[in-house]
């Protein structure tokens, strides 16, 4: 008997995770990158990763169903075009890290229930800011793996309406930095992060090019300013983890750094005025309440709210790249003038 379309979608959900911890084995395997130079027989992918024959077998079968993997009639497996592509570590496209970063939140998304209960984040932020020196390479380079693929149409999305100074609050990689200065003429941007942040940002910043352009400064975004006279403050994909109350200390922070005609800009993934959608940023919502002690999803309203009590006027929203996501351009109101006391002593 076909199942009906309900119990099929409810299936599809509770089955869902099969699908995820696959893909993340295989991965943590290195699966891809045993198959990166050709075809292998399952014993010897089960050789290069270490694997006994029956479990590498059963694995390489799931990828092929999966169609992350081909198999020939010969019994060679072979890594499909994307895989090859996106799934192995050496590619230039890889997304190896940011799958490793989800497979590593699988353990605090196992206790939602729990996270629900008490309303409170079950992982402990300081592992993916430093305390974890591996984790912290993969959240950081894996969100530039992810994001780098947007951040160049963001950046063309906004005119510069002649900025030349940005600062990057919680710029991670320097990945928006580096868009903005590859889309930008003349523009120099500041990347603030914490120090064990920098390094990477180091990194990435010298692999563009752009150490002339790009500066970084160590920095703590709840306490610290964020300079004086600059034409673009940016708060990319920051805000969503920080309470209301947190966020609009930052955004005052931001607002007080201004230029006359300077703009804050707050990119991230918002929720529809209903809340219910788009189911990403619903599903965002609770991952941030999972990881981030006092992290949520906002609605643009909120932000917008948000960003008006932070002194800043005539707020406009530009659809980001990702259709989820949001820019949202705010202007420093000059009736509200910079306020500064904020800032620490
Ligand atoms: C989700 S990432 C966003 C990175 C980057 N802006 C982007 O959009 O790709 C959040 C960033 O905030 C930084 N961060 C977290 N707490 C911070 C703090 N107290 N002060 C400064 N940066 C912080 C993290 O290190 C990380 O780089």
């Given amino acids: 008997m076909a199942l009906d379309l309900g119990m099929a979608q409810i299936s599809q959900m509770a089955f869902g995770y099969w699908q995820a911890q696959t893909l993340f084995a295989a ?33 390489l079968d799931a990828c092929v169903a999966l169609r992350l993997l081909t198999r020939s009639g010969d019994g060679e497996y072979a890594n499909g075009q994307h895989t090859q592509r996106l799934l192995v570590e050496a590619s230039a496209e890889s997304v190896t890290r940011w799958v490793k970063v989800m497979a590593r939140w699988y353990d605090p998304w196992g206790g939602i229930t729990q996270a629900l209960q008490v309303a409170e984040a079950v992982e402990e932020r300081r592992l ?20 780098s693929r947007s ?21 991670g990689a320097g990945t928006y930095s580096i868009a903005f200065c590859e889309q930008w003429p003349d523009l120099t941007s500041e990347v603030i992060d914490l120090p064990a942040v920098l390094p990477l940002t180091s990194n990435t910043v010298t692999q563009a090019g752009l150490e002339s352009r790009i500066q970084l400064r160590a920095g703590d975004y709840y306490s610290d300013h964020f300079g004086s006279d600059v034409d673009v403050v940016l708060l990319s994909n920051v805000l969503h983890q920080e309470s209301p109350e947190a966020a609009l200390g930052i955004l005052r922070r931001a607002r007080a750094a201004l230029s006359e005609s300077g703009r804050v800009l707050v990119h991230g993934h918002f929720l529809e005025e209903t809340r219910t959608a788009p189911l990403f940023t619903t599903l965002h919502n609770l991952s941030a309440l999972t990881l981030w002690d006092g992290g949520r999803s906002y609605t643009v309203a909120e932000m917008t709210e948000l960003m008006r009590q932070a002194g800043l006027a ?14 949202l351009v705010g202007t420093a109101d000059a009736a509200h003038g910079a306020d500064r006391s904020h800032e620490r002593a």
């Fill in 27 to 59: 991965v943590r395997t290195g699966v891809f990158d045993a198959l990166a130079e050709g075809p292998l027989t399952v014993d010897k992918a089960a050789a290069a990763c270490g694997l006994p024959e029956d479990s590498a077998l059963r694995l």
């Fill in 314 to 327: 005539h707020v406009e929203v530009v659809q980001a790249p990702e259709p989820s996501a949001k820019l």
């Fill in 151 to 171: 951040a160049d149409a963001l950046a063309q999305a906004l005119p510069q309406q002649g900025a030349t100074t940005m600062v990057d609050v919680g710029g």
């Fill in 128 to 147: 993916r800011l430093g305390d974890d020196e591996e984790y912290a390479a993969d959240f950081i380079l894996g969100m530039h793996e992810y994001n």
